[in-house]
């Protein structure tokens, strides 16, 4: 008996012989080789689904171009922006309804249905508004990333443990030190989290807006490439984006969410 409990709880690790990291790149692999057999089939038209070699040489092509790296600041810039101002607003917003049980009641369902609606319809009123220039890609971002952090402000001000608010009203804290020592400490995981998600969706809002109306960026070059039929350097330039997006996700988590719990 005492050897079958040993085997029941014995990680799972253990008992294949295969980890994590295994699994990831035996994935990987797999991901790659089926990506070439298509590649060299020529089922596709063209080089829709070029070989990993040519897209190998583009990418280095790419990263060794001062101009590519001008537009990825601009990019890079521009959802930074975004998210400093949607976030802001985003935050205010749910922190005013997850606190107030009528604000709450009156404006959050307008949130929850505005949020799934494909925020580039929004575009042509953020060109009037905006104009052409980084304003209008920069506003499409915002519009982005407000909705996920508002709903996640609100949903993590609602489940603040009472006992801390009684606790800071026991020492005559004010709004300040309530926000500052109770509010903002127990808000921290969830908003993080609302901010993670709020960065992809306000870098997929800009790199929309790039690719409707612009003459610089990572979406420009996107679909500069596409409209010469040069895939091999528009999928280096979409491996580019994933790595960003994969490093400023981390970068995010490391100040609350999950990651670094971990």
Do not use: H
């Not at 601009?74 to 606190?99: R, Y």
Request: aromatic content about 10%; charged content about 15%; some cysteine.
């Amino acid at each position: 008996m005492a050897a079958a409990d040993v085997m029941k709880t014995r990680p799972a690790q253990a008992r294949t012989g295969i980890g994590v990291t295994q699994v990831r790149l035996i994935l990987i692999v797999v991901i790659f080789g089926a990506w070439e057999v298509m590649a060299r089939s020529g089922l596709l038209y063209r080089d829709v689904v070029p070989p990993l070699e040519a897209i190998g040489l583009a990418l280095v092509k790419l990263l060794s171009s001062g101009m590519f790296y001008w537009n990825l600041g601009v990019t890079v810039s521009e959802v930074l922006a975004a998210l400093a101002i949607g976030g802001c607003i985003g935050f205010m917003t749910g922190v005013l309804l997850g606190g107030s049980r009528f604000f709450g009641r009156a404006l959050e369902p307008y949130i929850y249905y505005l949020g799934p609606t494909p925020k580039i319809i929004f575009f042509p009123i953020m060109i009037m508004w905006f104009g052409v220039g980084p304003g209008s890609k920069i506003a499409m971002g915002a519009v982005s990333c407000f909705f996920p952090i508002a709903l996640s402000a609100a949903a993590s001000m609602r489940q603040i443990d009472a006992v801390l608010i009684r606790v800071g009203r026991s020492f005559r804290a004010n709004q300040w030190q309530m926000a500052m020592k109770i509010y903002l400490p127990a808000m921290r995981s969830s908003v993080m989290n609302g901010i993670r998600l709020g960065l992809g969706i306000a870098i997929i809002g800009t790199l929309l807006a790039e690719t409707k109306l612009s003459n610089k960026g990572v979406g420009y070059l996107i679909m500069q490439a596409y409209s010469v039929f040069d895939m091999p350097r528009m999928y280096a330039l979409l491996i580019t984006l994933f790595a960003f997006a994969i490093g400023a996700n981390a970068i995010v988590g490391r100040f609350g969410g999950p990651a670094a719990r971990k």
